[in-house]
Nanobody, 117 residues
Framework: EVQLQASGGGLVQTGGSLRLSCVVSGLTSYDYDYAIGWFRQAPGKAREGVSCISRRDGSTNYAPYVKGRFTISSDSAKSTVNLHMNSLKPEDTAVYYC????????WGQGTQVTVSS
């Protein structure tokens, strides 16, 4: 069973940085063409996409509201996906979730990111 474990959230001041990590387990050798993404949900708002990375070719995508500030990466074993968040703004405050699309969506638990003004 595919499982995802997110970590790295916390409280940071405006302009600060955080790194979120998502450890993926339960993959098989057949799971080579999938994507892992980061999503976030602020209080009272719908969940929105932040960034994703393809396991197959390493290509990445970013939402316009984080492009240039956030960087997604995976380790050589591709079992961990990191989201480096720089120049954080109060509007980045949300619960951040990682998820994997492997035929269906698998979600990890959220990690709270709070950016104080």
């Amino acid at each position: 069973e595919v499982q995802l474990q997110a970590s790295g959230g916390g409280l940071v001041q405006t302009g600060g940085s955080l790194r979120l990590s998502c450890v993926v387990s339960g993959l098989t050798s057949y799971d080579y063409d999938y994507a892992i993404g980061w999503f976030r949900q602020a209080p009272g708002k719908a969940r929105e996409g932040v960034s994703c990375i393809s396991r197959r070719d390493g290509s990445t995508n970013y939402a316009p509201y984080v492009k240039g500030r956030f960087t997604i990466s995976s380790d050589s074993a591709k079992s961990t996906v990191n989201l480096h968040m720089n120049s954080l703004k109060p509007e980045d405050t949300a619960v951040y979730y990682c998820a994997a699309m492997i035929g269906t969506w698998y979600w990890g638990q959220g990690t709270q990111v709070t950016v104080s003004s």
